[in-house]
């Protein structure tokens, strides 16, 4: 039996946190919308699926099985406790499954403990019987890749690679020591070879370790940088990408060409290595990945697939490996994202947008050209594809009422792979179909969004409004639920928010994807001009201009790079939006830069230092007259919680109202359910109080 714990958490806090109870026809509460699990990360091994549920904070291993694939519960973690289950993968026989356990260390070394227990939390390799019994922890550390032999596994420890044999659980041994620090561990065929990258810096190589020998080469050295590397079928050549060196480049600038990437070939034996194919100047001169566990795939015709995105539209491409001209597989203006090959190596399988630019949905094709064909279409949203030896795909769906749920494809037939655990008092039937939006920003580019409207609006009635900004920028809202778990929750609470009487514009903003390369790399967005805020200043303009919003009540909220727009239009425009909800947001580009990049050195470039301030709103801080609701967890790895400290002592000295939710240790996408209901339920309050007067 699963027995959910959530614990206390004491927050100092200026607010009251109120849950809202079910109270009245098409209302529902925070807790509700959120109540169902999160699926993710599906992998197909054999005629086995396995996958990783989030169930309000509780994560175990779900698997299913053919013909029946029904699925179960395979871990028996029980409590809210935020360590992270990855890394799923199958032993060869199929009799278990190996996985960790445990979240990403920080800068300091230390492994995410947002319950603050005095014993801190690990990172370790383990193993499960699919028969049952306790997983047996193998050794402490991540990124593990089991030997095809199926006797143990390699994994990176400290840069170096180390090895554990399954019979000998707990007793690692250092497999080889290199200078630099390895990673990208990739097994041959036949389990004699270990390939991987050696980072150095400015560079890096592709190594191959011989088993037998313990003698180690690296092939094809070069001063750029080199990776993925992926095996031949046969196992006597290794395919990689080759990317040149950029010293001076620096995040959140527009990128739209660059000196081209290649992709290369070694032959292991004689070492023979030889330029399969080059990008051209221009557009896709810059490489562009795709959500894969490869961002290169040897077929069974001896072709290499990767993305490519010449045509301004990230697509997949072929060609032959002794060299040639690439053939785009993927043809039309739309973008390729969740890839993966089937296990005979003759198709690829992904998600993408064609036809619809706002979903997703999934489709096939024949490595060898011809045209893709849908696998999945309609309202629904759908993607992570995992193909299983008899052809059956697994994947995770949902659509505008139903939360993602894992799913499984087997000919013409789709059914849920675990029924049932979709709460039965989830509001389904309570909320409402967002709308596709198109708008004009400040300066007129074309700004797709969603709108949530209230579902027993009158006529003549002005409503509230808020606007949402997800996070990335890389990202891009669709019409129904999410398929990151972060803005799966922020989704639920849009929809929260109109059944609340709030009409709500989730805005796609210039810098994410969807919409091509040109709209990706915006001309001078982010620390380069922040040229998003014309997108902020539209969606106000158009809200105001409806007439079921009250022009005087327009709210903004975001997390990340959406708390960063949100601050930078209150801070700007405090006269359009009345309040804010600013989540672990960006609010000086020069500490984020510096957080990506530690060579950074703000005084050493006083020109690019002067624009990504101005780029900032700390640089218009003296104008903001707005409230808002300050959100972070101190251990935040991606924004610096000095961003949210900093703001605070800036409002602070100028007398702007500023409430605070400060959550000790936890990190940047919490990772306690908890705590996105204490973040969720305060920003529903702090809005219906400087919104709606209450």
Not at 185 to 201: E, H, K, Q, T, Y
Not at 206 to 224: E, Q, T
């Amino acid at each position: 039996m699963l027995i959910r714990l959530r614990p206390s958490v004491v927050i100092g806090i200026a607010v009251a946190l109120i849950a809202l109870p079910l109270t009245a026809h098409g209302q529902f509460s925070i807790d509700q919308v959120m109540s169902a699990p999160f699926p993710s990360a599906p992998i197909a091994a054999g005629n086995r699926v396995a996958w990783v549920q989030n169930d309000e904070g509780v994560r175990n291993i779900w698997i299913a099985e053919a013909p029946a694939f029904q699925g179960r519960q395979l871990t028996t973690f029980n409590e809210d406790d935020g360590q992270e289950l990855s890394n799923l993968q199958f032993t060869p026989d199929g009799s278990s499954i190996v996985f960790v356990r445990g979240g990403a260390p920080n800068g300091s070394g230390e492994i995410p403990n947002p319950l603050s227990e005095p014993q801190p939390a690990e990172r370790a390799i383990w193993m499960l019987a699919l028969s049952g019994g306790d997983p047996v922890k193998l050794a402490t550390g991540s990124s593990p890749v089991v030997s095809p032999d199926g006797l143990g596994l390699a994994f990176p420890s400290r840069g170096q690679v180390s090895w554990v044999a399954f019979d000998s659980a707990g007793s690692p041994t250092r497999l080889f020591d290199i200078r630099g620090s390895a990673g990208s561990l990739r097994w041959s065929p036949d389990g004699s070879r270990l390939a991987f990258v050696s980072s150095r810096g400015d560079h890096s190589f592709i190594g191959v370790y011989d088993v037998a020998s313990g003698g180690l080469r690296y092939h094809d050295p070069s001063v750029d940088r080199d990776r993925n590397p992926v095996w031949s079928p046969t196992g006597d050549r290794i395919a990689f990408l080759r990317s040149p060196n950029v010293r001076q480049r620096l995040p959140f600038v527009h990128r739209r060409s660059g000196e081209p990437w290649s992709v290369r070939v070694v032959e292991i034996e004689s070492g023979r290595a030889w330029e399969a194919w080059r990008a051209q100047e221009g557009a896709g001169s810059v490489f562009r990945g795709v959500e894969a566990a490869s961002q290169l795939y040897w077929s069974s015709g001896d072709h290499l697939v990767f993305p490519w995105e010449r045509d301004g539209w990230t697509h997949l491409y072929s060609v032959p490996t002794a060299g040639g001209d690439a053939t785009l597989l993927t043809p039309g203006e739309f973008e390729v994202e969740h890839v993966t090959m089937t296990p005979d190596k003759r198709e690829m399988v992904f998600t993408s947008n064609q036809d619809d630019i706002d979903r997703r949905h999934i489709w096939r094709v024949q490595v060898s050209g011809g045209r893709p064909q849908a696998v999945t279409s309609g309202q629904g949203i759908e993607w992570a594809p995992a193909v299983t030896e008899g052809g059956a795909v697994a994947l995770i769906a949902s659509d505008a009422r139903t939360p993602a749920h894992a799913e499984i494809l087997t000919g013409s037939e789709r059914r849920y792979l675990a029924p049932g655990t979709i709460p039965d008092d989830f509001p389904s039937e309570q909320l409402v179909d967002p709308q596709q939006v198109i708008f004009r920003a400040a300066d007129g580019m074309a700004i797709h969004g969603q709108l949530f409207v209230p579902r027993d609006r009158q006529r003549g009635e002005r409503h509230p409004a808020v606007m949402f900004f997800h996070g990335g920028s890389r990202r891009q809202m669709f019409l129904g639920f999410h398929n990151r778990g972060y803005y799966h929750n922020a989704y639920a609470l849009n929809q929260y928010f109109a059944s609340r009487g709030y009409v709500v514009l989730s805005v796609n903003y210039r810098s994410g994807i969807g919409y091509g390369m040109e709209f990706r790399e915006a001309i001078n967005y982010g620390a380069h001009g922040a040229s998003e805020f014309n997108d902020v200043l539209g969606g106000g303009l158009y809200l105001q201009s409806r007439e079921d919003v009250d022009p005087n009540r327009i709210g903004l909220w975001g997390g990340s790079y959406g708390g960063f727009l949100t601050a930078l239009g209150l801070a700007r425009a405090s006269d359009l939006f009345a309040a804010g909800v600013d989540l672990h947001g960006v609010h000086d580009w020069n500490e984020v830069i510096r957080n990506f990049v530690p060579a950074y050195q703000a005084e050493k470039r006083a020109e690019v230092a002067r624009l990504a301030f101005e780029s900032s709103p700390m640089a218009y801080v003296d104008t903001w007259r707005s409230p808002v609701l300050l959100i972070h967890g101190d251990d935040d790895r991606n924004v610096p919680f000095s961003e949210t400290v900093d703001l605070a002592e800036a409002l602070r000295a100028r007398g702007v109202y500023f409430e605070q939710l400060i959550f000790p240790d936890e990190v940047h996408g919490f990772l306690l359910h908890s705590n996105w209901l204490a973040a969720y339920e305060a920003t529903a309050d702090f809005f219906d109080r400087k919104l709606k007067g209450r």
